[in-house]
């Protein structure tokens, strides 16, 4: 524990340093230094580890967020959100005796929007995405039952819902619970992931790290914004059509063997999308995926005599896009209307994000996975889009 420790108390400096009164020109920006402790229960697919999973997990999280203002349009559709970077330490397995998950160490950028506000309490939706280090994973010599995180470093991500309770112009406290998700999206195997499912406990400190007084009463605390709510336009924007293509790597390594064979996959399609608010749209679309491990899928087919066609699928999809200044959140439920193997199950789910980089041009990473939420491989890609009547 003493590195996440030290990072605390290292960033926890900066902020008393910044925020004594050192940039006071120009408009007020806010922030806020958070503390969270994590307990619950694992969830895995795991052959091998279940005995140990049944201890559970336990976890320390720091983060430096931001308040918003309403400066921005973006930030009113989303009702004043709260955004930032974060460190987390994990004891994914409370067994003293562990050598074989280890204790995850995850940087992560969050984002915090609220649902509700009544009075001093606001529930709030939160997720955060980063990276994860570990230095136990799959060695088939080392670490051979080890079957759920098969490289060094994995994705990250978590979805809470928290309610925070407004102490003081300074404190708050925080309550909530939700899942935290490891994995590499089947580049390395063999993984079937972490799932860590629990509650969280906190407390954040605001302050001011910029702008002039507000014209708070003397002796209180300019460190929160006052937040004004007003009307917002309702227009909503055109439909789109949005292509977009993408390839991808999958591992096959089983149990116990030395080095796995890699795999390129790719993937095509098209969305028709209809916003539905001025931060969200839904979308239909449909979906050509190949994937050149299906050679070992096809029964009574030798792998060099399987075709391109047997190793492609054709699929369509319903999604739902979140709209966040030039991030798009993404989410697909689909299925199969053309497959010559099975081994992918009959329906999948698509999971990522875009980054706007033009008005018609957007980078795009997701996780496409499998028979239901088992990864299949990620998608680094572009999108593009046009607008359509």
Known sequence: MQRPWLTIILIFMWVQVYSKDTLQHGPAHYGYLQLLYHSGTTWSRTEY??????????????????QSTGKRTW???????????????????????DTTIGNPFSGFVFFSAPWIRFGR?????????????????????????????????NLHFSYNLNLGFILNKRFDLYAGGGLTHYSNGAI????????????NAGLSYHFKYSGKESGHAAGEPDVRPSLTYFEIPDTLPGNELQIMAAVG????????????????????????????????????????????SLELSIKGVPPDEVTTLQKSYLGSHMGYQVLID??????????????????RGIWFMRAGGRLRVTDHLHAHICIKTKAGIRADWIEWGMAYYVHVP
């Not at 970077?85 to 409370?94: E, M, S």
């Not at 997720?127 to 490289?151: C, E, K, Q, R, W």
């Not at 064979?261 to 679309?285: C, E, Q, W």
């Open 249 to 292: 790597i999958v591992d096959k390594q089983r149990l116990g063997e030395m080095e796995g064979t890699h795999y390129f996959t790719s993937s095509l399609t098209a969305d028709y999308a209809v916003p539905v608010t001025m931060k969200n749209r839904i979308t239909f679309g449909l979906d050509y995926m190949f994937d050149s």
């Open 49 to 66: 580890l279940s005995d140990e999973f049944a201890s559970g997990f336990r976890g320390v999280e720091m983060r430096l967020g931001f």
């Open 75 to 97: 930030e009113l559709f989303h009702h004043y959100p709260r955004f930032g970077v974060g460190v987390n330490y994990t004891d994914a397995i409370l067994n003293p005796k």
């Open 121 to 153: 309490l606001t529930l709030y939706s939160d997720m955060a995405l980063g990276l994860s280090y570990t230095s136990l994973f799959h060695d088939p010599v080392l670490n051979p039952y080890n079957d759920v995180i098969a490289s060094r470093l």
């Open 326 to 343: 030039r991030i798009t959140l993404l989410f697909n439920f689909g299925t199969y209307f053309m497959q010559h193997s099975l081994d």
């Open 188 to 199: 390395q195997s063999p993984q079937k992931g972490l799932n860590n499912w629990g509650f």
